[in-house]
């Protein structure tokens, strides 16, 4: 498997673990660069490598009434402070083909919301910019039929493209984590991300936010990393209680330098077998 370009560090092809970690949604400039840079410090210290995820923009919440972000030019302002005092990549979310370009300007990567993965001129227009590409596998998809977003990054002219796991909907207000899933789609030729944190929601059960059950946050990481995958996707927050999106389903920030720790040395065990 050809390993992917993010910034300076590389994905899958045999290169460490990678952690993607970060607030859900932007709060303020402030939080943004806090968190920023304890994430640094824990992730460093378990001797692993990390991109730091923020959205300027939550255009999927439950409610009209939900928080959404700072916005596009207010949030890549921030994100870019963030870049220029961690030295971390970017990633950044995006849901219109017009923010593809003026996100490149700052972000490492341009991530494809799920439900969005199947929006060809999305696709297209962030392969264009040059930047890494990380589709979240819809929850309506099996696995094998991500292949098609890939190709439509691909066929634009940008190999640096990976997928990501975020759960299938199992019935009404559920999500479920197939683990046949990871290898099924690293056999597509491309990088696996699991993100552990949003395959804990539970969509729409909180009448009116989506509720979670960040308790599993471990157990699961644990299987994914056990099951090959090339890196992590954690919503970290210092108080998940007071985070402005995706508040029951983050991890605490205090709980990620013991699970990184685990997940280094299941991922030694996996790699050596």
């Given at each position: 498997m050809p390993s992917?370009?993010?910034?300076?560090?590389a994905l899958?092809?045999?290169?460490p673990?990678?952690?993607?970690a970060g607030?859900?949604?932007?709060?303020?400039e402030?939080?943004?660069l806090?968190t920023a840079l304890a994430?640094k410090?824990i992730?460093?210290?378990?001797g692993l490598?990390?991109?730091?995820?923020?959205?300027?923009?939550?255009?999927?919440?439950t409610s009209?009434d939900?928080?959404?972000?700072p916005g596009?030019?207010?949030?890549l302002?921030v994100?870019?402070?963030?870049k220029?005092?961690?030295?971390?990549?970017?990633?950044?979310?995006i849901?219109?083909a017009?923010?593809?370009?003026?996100a490149?300007e700052?972000?490492?990567?341009?991530q494809?919301?799920?439900?969005?993965c199947?929006?060809?001129?999305?696709l297209?227009?962030?392969a264009?910019?040059?930047r890494?590409?990380?589709i979240?596998k819809?929850?309506f998809?099996?696995?094998?039929?991500?292949?098609?977003?890939?190709?439509?990054?691909t066929a634009?002219?940008?190999?640096d493209?990976?997928v990501t796991?975020r759960?299938?909907?199992f019935?009404y207000n559920?999500?479920v984590?197939?683990m046949?899933?990871?290898?099924i789609m690293?056999?597509?030729?491309?990088p696996v991300?699991?993100d552990v944190?949003?395959s804990m929601q539970?969509?729409?059960?909180?009448d009116g936010?989506t509720?979670?059950?960040a308790?599993?946050i471990?157990?699961?990481a644990?299987a994914?990393v056990?099951?090959?995958v090339?890196?992590?996707?954690?919503?970290?927050?210092?108080?998940?209680s007071?985070?402005k999106s995706?508040?029951q389903n983050a991890?605490?920030l205090?709980?990620?330098?013991?699970?990184?720790?685990?997940l280094?040395a299941i991922d030694a065990?996996t790699?050596?077998?």
């Amino acid at each position: 498997m050809p390993s992917v370009r993010i910034g300076s560090l590389a994905l899958g092809g045999g290169a460490p673990l990678l952690v993607i970690a970060g607030p859900c949604v932007i709060e303020s400039e402030a939080h943004a660069l806090e968190t920023a840079l304890a994430l640094k410090a824990i992730v460093t210290d378990a001797g692993l490598r990390m991109v730091f995820k923020a959205s300027y923009d939550k255009a999927n919440r439950t409610s009209i009434d939900s928080f959404r972000g700072p916005g596009l030019a207010k949030g890549l302002a921030v994100l870019a402070r963030v870049k220029a005092e961690t030295g971390l990549p970017i990633l950044t979310d995006i849901h219109d083909a017009d923010q593809a370009a003026p996100a490149a300007e700052v972000a490492d990567v341009l991530q494809i919301p799920a439900f969005l993965c199947r929006q060809t001129d999305l696709l297209v227009a962030a392969a264009r910019t040059g930047r890494a590409v990380n589709i979240k596998k819809g929850q309506f998809l099996a696995p094998r039929d991500i292949r098609h977003a890939v190709t439509k990054v691909t066929a634009a002219g940008n190999a640096d493209v990976f997928v990501t796991e975020r759960g299938t909907s199992f019935g009404y207000n559920n999500l479920v984590v197939d683990m046949r899933a990871f290898p099924i789609m690293r056999a597509l030729g491309v990088p696996v991300i699991f993100d552990v944190t949003h395959s804990m929601q539970l969509p729409g059960a909180g009448d009116g936010v989506t509720a979670g059950l960040a308790e599993y946050i471990e157990p699961l990481a644990r299987a994914g990393v056990a099951a090959g995958v090339d890196g992590v996707f954690l919503e970290v927050h210092e108080e998940p209680s007071r985070a402005k999106s995706d508040a029951q389903n983050a991890l605490r920030l205090d709980l990620l330098a013991p699970l990184l720790r685990k997940l280094k040395a299941i991922d030694a065990i996996t790699r050596a077998s």
